[in-house]
């Protein structure tokens, strides 16, 4: 069993729509250059303007 990680070592990138920062997930592996959002709810308001 590989030596577990720290969140604190685990890449991040900050969110295209609020700005804040999120940490790489594994569901995101295959994909993580492509991510830009932290979650659903900001990939839907990614077009709106306020």
């Known amino acids: ?4 990680r720290r ?3 685990l890449p991040a990138k900050t969110c295209a729509t ?3 920062p999120f ?3 594994r569901k995101w ?3 993580w ?3 830009r959002y932290c979650s659903d709810r ?5 077009g709106k303007k306020t």
């Open 1 to 4: 069993m590989p030596p577990m």
């Open 18 to 20: 609020c700005g804040r």
């Open 23 to 25: 940490a790489w997930r």
């Open 29 to 31: 592996a295959a994909v």
């Open 33 to 35: 250059d492509e991510v």
């Open 7 to 9: 969140k604190a070592d």
């Open 42 to 46: 900001c990939r839907r308001e990614r």
